[in-house]
């Protein structure tokens, strides 16, 4: 099919002559000159020596300068500038780098061998060429053109323009301008006071005093305002109009009361532009604006400087705002690259005459083909053929359904009803129905929370245990309502909780879907509920992968992405992960992941990452799938989003990571071989004993701007965009690469982008249409959704969300995640890195039906078992992997001393108080009425009073929250008891008192001695009772401590006896231990279950000292 393409053609490239490379360098150096400033010293330079400057040349913006001719200062030179904005004074020194031979890009873009250098030198001074006029005139971000000819108000005082990214590329034969279209985020331009009244989403014809006065501001809306305005430049408007200031706060009094310093007084602002600018201020109390510590200028003077980039977050209104501007139609999105030639002024661009380019308006027309989609098999072998990459499985079963052991489920929108509710059972109830979920019960508890209650894992313990009340067995499913004005706090709260600390299966629903009752959507939910509890929803047809499926030719596929640190936080480690199938129906995967150097950008330990997932590949084919060749004779590896720059570090690394012998690549580089050798594969296939497998390596870029276009009158779906299935293997690709370009889905709305994949080994020697076909279907069987994947084949949308996790469930302390949930299929039973309390780690693999185990002290050894899967056969037959993680802790000693120690403190506080209650009784039957005692009588009796049923009802109600206040109580209560009592008897030596008497209250009389030995025995047991308090909540103030370092979340409202004091979680309870087979040893220090798809988190090789590390 014919179609359009958002490329430009461009004639006269500059290959006759020879192209000048020049450092320039402007002193002093100023880190904030923008490359536009730049620009324009270097332009007033030329201006001021235009004998010397005959030809303008192209200038960056940053070092380097790009000339056509020979300028007769030779080598280098110094030019003096005079700042045409500003009353400085620049030096500019020119340096000659090198002369670029251009016709080596003339025989890279004609296939031909060519010098590498000489063609990327001559490709960059082409896109400084065309950049160098937008530069000038436009705004410049992120690579990328913006001007305010298509702009829209979103609210709050920011506006989204309409930009457009450019790039010159060699293709075959040519070379082209890529353009597409790019949105950015914008301060309104005009009066600073309009901006802070959007802001506050006040109308700009409002009274600024009424929302803007020092005494009207609210603290928050205050500060809030100084977040929006932090860096934002302004100009004023009365003094010093030429120079551009940065606000960095805002004031917390008006301009008439806030005072400046001068070197003989204090002058308020007000009166300082009163009498400095001759300018009587409209709304002197307003707030004003910060720009250094002794600089205030009122908001009335001040005038946002346009073209300024929000840099922040925005709301969520803003942000849906901005979405729907940017999202364009096909239509809509041509025309509107078609208007950036315009806009970018290629025309009238005399950068790009003086190099003799010339752009054609037109955008080309090219070629395509569409493949086949791939047939899906269902239940009872139902086959289903995706038209325009979807299809609807509504009255479908699925392949392999699981069960549903029980369901309960937790409410956090408050506006939810009980109609709703009642809707929300039927329609889940419905939709496992006609999938064949089988036991989702009719009507699962409800349990209805705050979604300002951070106490997730209660909530989830409640509602399980809620379960259990009602059914008699634990929950294997949560079903959670999240109200959609939320962020994603909340979502991550849940993930941990029911992934990490409690090891339940948890699907997550949006309150306004599940309101409006769209069948398909809970259609979807269930496509996730199944595969989290270990089901498979649908399989490829044997002939739609015959490569992969192939019995005789076992084929691992694989797929790897690296998660960089943070930009400027180098103490951060970047992280990378390996997903590879386990079966080979393609429906199970095993996830590695790894902690590495940060921004290195290439997998450091990949060798071993590729030995690992190869073992339980081999270890699943035999165990359950029964095959007689385990080892894989084929690798598909699927590398995700790198640059193109980054291609040829892949050849030179990653590929020599999996393999040790040189090979030949194809395209661009057929004639190098890998010169560097990695021999930990090699060793790792010797040790298994199997050959080493053909290797096909490919990129998949998903970060390029490329489009296609329907041609007028041509083939499209019913969004306007090329159909699913569309691949382009010619005119556009490039010049010496194995690459093409695969549209594999259907966009709605907006315009679709393509996938670009390019193969840098191929030994297994694959036909381009078969291996565009192999990509095509695995785009369709990752399991989650119905619509065809469109950036990613499977392997990579599996592991592009298992690092992010990685960063959710990590242990706060320690540079290695611990632990990971496979966020496309199944749950993972999670454990926590071991403290140094471990003395050794076991891993094992079961294979059985999925039950779930306590955390519990089974047998002798006192073994505490850290995951949650066991044992025996599922209903159809077909075992499951379990993986479990033990850790064996000295609990035969370290445990009976904490419970014997609990117990014993608890009694002997109770023991006191008892003591005392009685003394104290005995003395109110002597002296109550005698008014010198009655009071320490009475606070002695009820202070032994509130103690005992106080200790009895923490032990009832055991929450970290209640100990501590009610220990801090009693700590004080017995201490002042003690103190009162030492303030009667003093040091008197009762054996003094002998034959003493003491008057009673009904004119009797007491032994003096006797009374002094009652007061000093209550003084000893309050002491005693106070240390014993005092040293409990210093323990239990430690411990809490040390959870909130551990990273567990809802320490106070949690039940005491279900937190991880010393790292173990009250889970879920089997009443029998798993029936151990031969299990084989896997590293890595934490392993986590998901039936059928295993993860494993290693230690990997961290060779920087991580710093400041986040805490989740």
């Given at each position: ?120 030198t ?23 053109f ?71 501001l ?11 305005l932090?860096?934002l ?154 038209r ?7 009255y ?27 809707h ?7 939709a ?27 909530h ?51 309150a ?5 009752g ?32 192939d019995?005789?030719?076992?084929t ?153 276009f ?38 709605e ?7 670009h ?50 960063r959710?469930?990590r ?41 779930y ?16 899967l ?25 445990l ?55 200790l ?113 979680f ?47």
């Amino acid at each position: 099919m014919m179609l359009v393409g958002s490329f430009h053609n461009v004639a006269g490239v500059p290959f006759a002559s020879e192209v000048t490379l020049l450092f320039i360098a402007i002193l002093p150096p100023d880190a904030t000159l923008s490359a536009k400033a730049k620009i324009n010293i270097f332009r007033g330079m030329q201006d001021q020596n235009p004998t010397i400057f005959t030809k303008r040349g192209s200038y960056d913006g940053r070092k380097n300068f790009f000339s056509l001719i020979k300028y007769p200062f030779g080598d280098s030179a110094k030019f003096d500038v005079n700042d045409p904005i500003k009353p400085n004074r620049w030096r500019v020194l020119i340096q000659k780098i090198d002369t670029i031979d251009p016709q080596a890009a003339s025989r890279y873009i004609e296939g031909k061998p060519y010098h590498q250098e000489g063609a990327l030198t001559t490709v960059t001074a082409c896109n400084v060429t065309i950049q160098a006029r937008p530069l000038q005139d436009h705004l410049f971000h992120r690579q990328a053109f913006f001007s305010r000819a298509e702009f829209q108000d979103i609210g709050r005082g920011l506006e989204v323009w309409r930009g457009y990214f450019q790039s010159l590329r060699p293709m075959v034969g040519k070379m082209v301008i890529t353009l597409d279209t790019r949105s950015v985020a914008v301060y309104k331009p005009g009066p600073l006071i309009n901006v802070c009244l959007a802001y506050l989403e006040r109308s700009p014809e409002a009274h600024p005093a009424r929302f803007l006065n020092a005494n009207v501001l609210n603290e928050s809306d205050r500060k809030g305002l100084a977040r929006y305005l932090r860096n934002l430049k302004v100009r004023s408007t009365r003094i010093d109009t030429s120079m551009a200031h940065t606000i960095k706060n805002v004031s917390v009094n008006g301009a008439d009361t806030l005072l400046l310093k001068t070197e003989d007084r204090e002058i308020s602002v007000a009166a300082y532009y009163s009498q400095v600018a001759g300018y009587q201020l409209r709304y002197p109390s307003l707030i004003c604006v910060q720009f250094s510590s002794k600089t205030w200028f009122p908001l009335e003077c001040c005038e946002v400087i346009p073209g300024q980039v929000f840099p922040k977050k925005m709301e969520p209104d803003q942000a849906n705002r901005m979405g729907r501007f940017s999202s364009l139609t096909p239509k809509d999105c041509l025309q509107s690259i078609r208007d950036g030639l315009q806009v970018l002024g290629y025309s009238s661009n005399k950068c790009l005459q003086e190099f003799g380019m010339n752009v054609d308006p037109d955008p080309m027309t090219i070629k395509g083909r569409i493949l086949p989609p791939p047939t899906l098999v269902y239940g009872r072998n139902e086959p289903i053929i995706p038209r325009d990459g979807r299809w609807n499985i509504r009255y479908t079963a699925l392949y392999r359904p699981a069960r549903i052991e029980g369901c309960a489920i937790i409410i956090y929108d408050e506006r939810f009803t009980p109609d709703e509710m009642h809707h929300l059972k039927q329609s889940l109830l419905y939709a496992t129905n006609t999938l064949q979920l089988q036991g989702m019960p009719p009507n699962p508890p409800v349990l209805r929370k705050s979604a300002m209650d951070s106490a997730t894992l209660n909530h989830i313990r409640e509602a399980a245990m809620m379960h259990k009340s009602a059914r008699g067995n634990m929950p294997n499913l949560i079903i959670v309502v999240l109200p959609d004005t939320v962020g994603r706090d909340i979502y991550l709260r849940v993930k941990k909780a029911g992934d990490i600390n409690i090891g339940v299966a948890t699907q997550c629903l949006r309150a306004s879907k599940c309101r409006k009752g769209n069948s398909q959507y809970f259609n979807s939910a269930c496509l996730k509920i199944n595969v989290k509890l270990g089901g498979i929803n649908y399989i490829p047809m044997t002939r739609t992968l015959p490569f992969l499926k192939d019995a005789a030719h076992s084929t691992l596929v694989v797929g790897a992405d690296i998660k960089y640190g943070r930009q400027g936080r180098s103490s951060r480690p970047s992280y990378a992960a390996i997903v590879g199938n386990v079966d080979s129906d393609l429906s199970k995967y095993v996830a590695i992941s790894k902690p590495q150097d940060c921004r290195v950008e290439t997998i450091q330990d990949l060798a071993d990452m590729i030995s690992d997932v190869i073992k339980k590949f081999m270890n699943y084919r035999e165990v359950v799938e029964k095959s007689v060749n385990l080892a894989p004779e084929r690798i598909l590896f699927y590398r995700n989003s790198n640059p193109e720059e980054e291609s040829e570090t892949l050849k030179n690394s990653e590929i020599a990571e999996i393999f040790s012998e040189h090979y030949e690549f194809s395209g661009a580089h057929s004639e190098s071989k890998l010169s560097r050798a990695c021999t930990r594969m090699v060793e790792a296939c010797d040790r298994l004993g199997i050959p080493r497998p053909k290797l096909t390596f490919i990129v998949v870029d998903k970060h390029h701007r490329i489009r296609f276009f329907p041609s007028p009158g041509g083939y499209c779906d019913r969004s306007g965009n090329v159909p699913a299935g569309l691949v382009i293997d010619s005119e556009i690709t490039g010049p010496v690469e194995y690459d093409f370009y695969l549209q594999s889905h259907r966009t709605e709305p907006g315009t679709s982008r393509p996938a670009h994949y390019n193969v840098l080994l191929d030994q297994n020697n694959l036909m381009p249409d078969h291996l565009q076909r192999l990509s095509f279907a695995l785009c369709h069987i990752h399991a989650r959704s119905t619509p065809a994947s469109g950036l990613e084949i499977t392997p990579i949308r599996k592991v592009i969300p298992t690092i992010p996790q990685i960063r959710i469930y990590r242990h706060p302390q320690l540079p290695v995640p611990v632990s990971l949930k496979l966020r496309d299929g199944s749950f993972s039973r999670s454990t926590q890195t071991p403290d140094d309390k471990c003395t050794s780690y076991e891993a094992f693999i079961f294979y059985g039906a999925e039950r779930y185990l306590d955390w519990d002290f089974t047998g002798t050894r006192k073994t505490y078992l850290k995951a949650a899967l066991a044992g025996g056969a599922d209903a159809t037959g077909v075992p499951t992997t379990f993986v479990i993680y033990s850790c064996q802790l000295n609990f035969e000693i370290f445990l009976p001393l904490m419970v014997y120690w609990t117990a014993m403190t608890i009694s002997w506080c109770i023991v006191c108080a008892i003591s005392v209650l009685g003394i104290a009784a005995h003395q109110a039957t002597k002296f109550v009425n005698v008014w010198q005692y009655r009071p320490f009588i009475i606070y002695a009796i009820v202070c032994s009073c509130l103690t005992i049923l106080g200790l009895a009802g923490l032990c009832l109600r055991s929450q970290p929250r209640f100990d501590v206040i009610g220990i801090a109580i009693f700590t004080i209560l017995w201490l002042a008891l003690g103190a009162y009592s030492a303030d009667i008897i003093g040091f008197v030596q009762c054996e003094t008192l002998a034959g003493q008497l003491k008057p009673t209250q009904n004119g009797g009389s007491y032994s003096s001695m006797a009374w002094c030995r009652e007061m000093k025995a209550i003084m000893a047991f309050s002491f005693a009772t106070f240390g014993i308090l005092l040293v409990c909540l210093l323990i239990l103030l430690a411990l809490i401590i040390n959870l909130h370092a551990r990273g567990v979340m809802g320490v106070w409202g949690a039940s005491v006896s279900e937190l991880p004091w010393f790292g173990q979680f009250g889970e879920y309870r089997d009443p029998y231990p798993p029936q151990m087979v031969a299990q084989p040893q896997y590293s890595g220090n934490v392993i986590h279950q998901l039936p059928g798809h295993e993860v494993i988190i290693e230690n990997g090789q961290v060779r920087q000292v991580p710093t400041g590390m986040p805490t989740y």
